[in-house]
T-cell receptor, first 112, second 116 residues
Framework: GQQVMQIPQYQHVQEGEDFTTYCNSS?????IQWYKQRPGGHPVFLIQ?????EVKKQKRLTFQFGEAKKNSSLHITATQTTDVGTYFC????????????FGTGTRLLVSP | EAGVAQSPRYKIIEKRQSVAFWCNPI?????LYWYQQILGQGPKLLIQ????????DSQLPKDRFSAERLKGVDSTLKIQPAKLEDSAVYLC??????????????FGEGSWLTVV
């Protein structure tokens, strides 16, 4: 079936260090979306990438969509304790209708 | 703009009992989704509606789960009878359309179910 995997599953960094999570899909995606979920919260939409090779930045966050539209990455520069949470990528698969398949998530812990 | 509303926020039931969750999507959003999120995992799509029609229910355990969106607005997800493995957060989400790209999906705060 359609799968979206993320690595690593978990990362613990010191505040100020960088962090990257990688997302890989078994099928080509129409777009890739990224969500952040705080402990006890619900997924909150961060950004959407549509074009092959697209790169977008939000302050310290850099998002990239692969050339083949099957992988993506999220990089956080100089992490802060407010970055704590689980980051999910979600691939939009065109199966005749829009189907959003979530990745397995990367849990980020930031120590002060 | 009001977000996606869900109730109840928390529910504890015994196995073999039934439970129902309610969702009111963002006004004007034709597409409504129910996701199941088990602790430590990503959300898994259970069912997707376009207005009051089902677009995808391929991962819905139909022997015990049912969902409806009779008037194309609110939706109810029911579990009967519940099993221990149904303990999860049930997330409702909505978007303005399900065709094409560029349609952001907005999530409600979720209904947390514990089956004991």
């Amino acid at each position: 079936g359609q799968q979206v995997m993320q690595i690593p599953q978990y990362q613990h960094v010191q505040e100020g260090e960088d962090f990257t999570t990688y997302c890989n899909s078994s099928t080509t995606l129409s777009n890739i979306q990224w969500y952040k979920q705080r402990p006890g919260g619900h997924p909150v939409f961060l950004i959407q990438l549509v074009k092959s090779g697209e790169v977008k930045k939000q302050k310290r966050l850099t998002f990239q969509f692969g050339e083949a539209k099957k992988n993506s990455s999220l990089h956080i520069t100089a992490t802060q304790t407010t970055d704590v949470g689980t980051y999910f990528c979600a691939g939009l698969m065109n199966t005749g209708f829009q189907k959003l398949v979530f990745g397995t998530g990367t849990r980020l812990l930031v120590s002060p | 703009e009001a977000g996606v509303a869900q109730s109840p926020r928390y529910k504890i039931i015994e196995k073999r009992q039934s439970v129902a969750f309610w969702c009111n999507p963002i006004s004007g959003h034709a597409t409504l989704y129910w996701y199941q999120q088990i602790l430590g995992q990503g959300p898994k799509l259970l069912i997707q509606f376009q207005n009051n029609g089902v677009v995808d229910d391929s991962q819905l355990p139909k022997d015990r789960f049912s969902a409806e969106r009779l008037k194309g607005v609110d939706s109810t997800l029911k579990i009967q009878p519940a099993k221990l493995e149904d303990s999860a957060v049930y997330l409702c989400a909505s978007s303005s359309s399900f065709r094409g790209s560029g349609n952001t999906i907005y999530f409600g705060e979720g209904s947390w179910l514990t089956v004991v």
